[in-house]
């Protein structure tokens, strides 16, 4: 029977070979096995609140209130009002610390020219990167895709298109920084079948969840 074996062994070196390794990969997994007693479900349920507060901690919302101006929308009128104020609300998505996902509703505010007048509000969703100054201070760009709508005197339109910004923040306190921007939606259609840029400016809060 030795003889057998050793036979064997000489003759096929790379199937004992292949075994021996699998006992050795099967002995290794089973060291690494939890033992008895082992709370799976509570293993489970710490695991999926690590994830959710890791997802949580990276959320941040916020507000923001300015002006916005349609270019050349008075540009050969007179009487005309192409500025009116603005407000935003956002929230986002940090995916790490250059980058982030950001969605937001902006109410742009109306427009009057020969009695007629635009009521433009838009949905957006843009992608944010941040380039850290200090511990006080970071700069930002962001660009994306916005649904805006106008409703206008002469019939309400839509449409969608990019939209882009760039701005700058000020560290409050660990979970509190005033956000400052410049955005641009273009080619946004207003009455009389015209279309304008439409700028804002705006100061806001942004808060980090907890």
């Not at 270019?71 to 940090?94: L, P, Q, R």
């Not at 955005?183 to 009389?192: A, C, I, Q």
Request: charge should be negative.
């Amino acid at each position: 029977m030795k003889k057998r074996i050793l036979a064997t062994t000489i003759k096929y070196p790379h199937f004992i070979a292949l075994i021996s390794l699998a006992f050795t990969a099967m002995a290794t997994a089973y060291a690494d096995l939890p033992r008895a007693g082992f709370n799976y479900g509570r293993a489970s349920a710490a695991y999926i609140e690590q994830s959710t507060s890791n997802i949580r901690d990276n959320i941040y919302f916020g507000g923001s209130f300015g002006s916005s101006e349609a270019e050349d929308y008075c540009s050969i009128t007179s009487g005309c009002e192409d500025k009116d104020s603005a407000w935003k609300g956002f929230v986002g998505y940090n995916i790490n610390e250059m980058f982030a996902a950001e969605a937001a509703y902006t109410n742009i505010g109306d427009l009057h020219k020969e009695g007629t007048s635009s009521d433009i509000s838009a949905l957006s969703l843009s992608g944010v990167a941040t380039l850290r100054i200090n511990d006080q201070f970071s700069a930002f760009g962001k660009v994306g895709f916005s649904r805006w709508k106008s409703e206008n005197t002469d019939g309400n339109k839509s449409g969608s298109g990019l939209n882009y910004g760039v701005g700058a923040k000020v560290n409050l306190n660990e979970s509190m920084k005033i956000r400052a921007e410049w955005e641009r939606l273009p080619s946004v259609s207003t009455s009389n079948s015209e279309a304008s840029d439409i700028d804002m400016l705006s100061v806001g809060i942004e808060i980090a969840t907890f």
